[in-house]
């Protein structure tokens, strides 16, 4: 199965490649699990984990033993007990189970510490490989490599085969097509369809600057204010100084000028 879905993606691969001026597609391919198999480091830590994975197994198995002994106890026992104690001892026993269960879950479970660990210790080794595929396919010209241990596991592809970006633009073009209503609209958004990803990316480089000069026109003007703002609030203080200087000025000649009339009626009288 696998190898006929391959065969299939090559296929259509090569049609690409057929419709980009015949241009050749140079293919490639690793086997990860051999890459895994003779990898020292990996080999190591894969040893440790099989051992604590076999000491997990052996305490899942001695839980459900236990809930099992329980239960053949229960069964011999049954007809020497109250209808109580067998109630308190099934639930004992459902308590046990469940427990026993849950650890099984928690160690082998698709999110247990087995599936993690395995990830953790995988993973480094992906990183490498992943790094030395990208080498090696510039050095050697290659289009694509995949690994044949996986399901297309493509892990390596030339830039230039990419066609999300226009995958995106298309969902997006189809949603507003939905939403169109006039004639206008709807020539406008045939003429955007009509651009290739190049051509959008030069008009979103224009839209970028033309939007950047306006943030610049706008902290420009924004600064301006401030320094205005600025300005007018530091006059406003020396207005205030200066008033403040003159009442006081005023007040202090007041205040001398009742004094001295003051002094001038307690020499009279």
Not at 193 to 214: C, G, H, Y
Request: overall charge negative; hydrophobic content about 35%; aromatic content about 6%.
């Amino acid at each position: 199965m696998k190898k006929r879905i391959f065969s299939i993606f090559v296929i259509a691969v090569l049609g690409l490649g057929t419709a980009l001026a015949q241009k050749s597609i140079r293919l490639g391919y690793i086997d990860m699990e051999y890459i895994l198999e003779n990898v020292p480091e990996y080999q190591e830590a894969s040893k440790q984990l099989e051992s604590r994975v076999q000491e997990w197994k052996t305490e899942a198995e001695a839980k459900m033993r236990k809930v099992e002994d329980m239960k053949t106890r229960l069964d011999n026992e049954r007809a020497l007990l109250t209808k109580e104690l067998i109630e308190e001892r099934e639930g004992e026993i459902a308590y046990m189970e469940q427990q026993a269960l849950e650890y099984q879950q928690n160690r082998f479970g698709p999110n247990g510490d087995y599936m993690i660990q395995k990830k953790q210790l995988v993973r480094p080794i992906q990183d490498q490989v992943f790094t030395a595929v990208q080498q090696i396919a510039e050095n050697r010209n290659l289009d694509f490599v995949f690994d044949r241990t996986a399901d297309i596991g493509m892990i390596y592809a030339d830039k230039q085969y990419d066609v999300s970006e226009t995958v995106l633009r298309t969902i997006k073009r189809t949603a507003n097509r939905e939403q169109l209503e006039t004639k206008d609209e709807i020539e406008d958004l045939e003429k955007a369809e009509s651009r290739t990803v190049e051509q959008d990316a030069e008009i979103t480089k224009r839209e970028e600057l033309v939007e950047e000069r306006k943030s610049e026109r706008e902290a420009y003007i924004e600064e301006k204010k401030r320094e205005r703002d600025s300005l007018k609030a530091a006059r406003q203080k020396e207005f205030e100084e200066r008033r403040a200087k003159i009442l006081a000025e005023r007040e202090r000649k007041k205040d001398s000028i009742l004094k001295a009339r003051e002094q001038k009626n307690d020499t009279i009288n």
